[in-house]
């Protein structure tokens, strides 16, 4: 079984804190992504990385920063936390871009 | 926007009962998938329907995809209380490097 791990489940920061939130997969998988999930809003992708060292903007980069060194651990960053931020945040992995994507259970946020 | 929109927004049915939910998207798709979030969880993957297949089963999970109407249904036969959670479509809709785009999701409720 394809398995995806988020760091923590739930993590509470300060306002201006520089947050990491780690995602590892166990698949080999070449694709992975960060999602954030807000009430009315659905899944919305921050970025994406289709390699190492290979990433690209989704649809609200803004305030967001990844890293992948290597193929299994794809990290997010809060340059700056914000109380915007506060979401849940998904990471998932997929063999393709457009191929069944396997998600981690999710780090709940709160950035006070 | 590519997001698919699914419909009913909720959904509230007695077990035993059946469950249809609906998406819709607007611009043509390589495939359409259909996941489950528990409360609180990360995403799971149900089925996967590419653009030139109409139907697919899985289980008690039927899937439909109409082209020509460019919407999908997911059906869920004699449902139980387990089948609680929101239900997302995902539209991958070609190109190169061509992102999944996530509906909002409907809330389905299964009363024992």
């Known amino acids: 079984d394809v398995k995806v791990t988020q760091s923590s489940r739930y993590l509470v920061k300060r306002t201006g804190e520089k947050v990491f939130l780690e995602c590892v997969q166990d698949m080999d998988h070449e694709n992975m992504f960060w999602y954030r999930q807000d009430p009315g809003l659905g899944l919305r992708l921050i970025y994406f990385s289709y390699d190492v060292k290979m990433k690209e903007k989704g649809d609200i980069p803004e305030g967001y920063s990844v890293s992948r060194e290597k193929k299994e651990r794809f990290s997010l960053i809060l340059e700056s936390a914000s109380t915007n931020q506060t979401s849940m945040y998904l990471c998932a992995s997929s063999p393709q871009v457009t191929d069944t994507q396997y998600f981690g259970p999710g780090t709940r946020l709160t950035v006070l | 926007s590519q997001q698919g929109e699914e419909d009913p927004q909720a959904l509230s049915i007695q077990e035993g009962e059946n469950a249809t939910m609906n998406c819709s998207y607007k611009t043509s798709i390589n495939n359409l998938q259909w996941y489950r979030q528990n409360s609180g969880r990360g995403l799971v993957h149900l089925i996967l329907i590419r653009s030139n297949e109409r139907e697919k089963h899985s289980g008690r999970l039927r899937v439909t995809l109409d082209t020509s109407k460019k919407s999908s249904s997911l059906l869920i036969t004699a449902s139980r209380a387990a089948d609680t959670a929101s239900y997302f479509c995902?539209?991958?809709?070609?190109?190169?490097?061509?992102?999944?785009?996530f509906g909002k999701g409907i809330t389905l409720s299964v009363r024992p």
């Open positions: 995902a539209t991958s809709h070609g190109g190169a490097n061509s992102k999944l785009t």
